[in-house]
């Protein structure tokens, strides 16, 4: 795989990789990467979890009286 990174980053990440002897250049773009999804899956459950959008009125009482409907029919009721 090849990227292209802006050059001023990647001697942030190289100076950083020499004071970490323990990384190289991958392990911190793996990091980066990592973090970076993590926030894509915070925001999608978010968006999965906000207030849905609001129906229309008309919408929403036709929505009702729909289901008022089917649950007297299931009731065996007249709907009310």
């Not at 929505?63 to 299931?74: G, I, L, N, Y």
């Amino acid at each position: 795989m090849s990227v292209t990174v802006d050059p001023a980053l990647l001697e942030a990440v190289d100076l950083y990789v020499q004071r970490h002897e323990q990384l190289d250049r991958s392990k911190v773009m793996d990091a980066a990467l990592t973090q970076w999804y993590s926030a894509r899956q915070d925001e999608a459950m978010a968006d999965q979890f906000a207030e849905p959008p609001k129906e229309s009125t008309g919408e929403a009482a036709s929505w009702r009286r729909t289901r008022r409907a089917a649950v007297a029919r299931r009731l065996n009721r007249k709907p009310g």
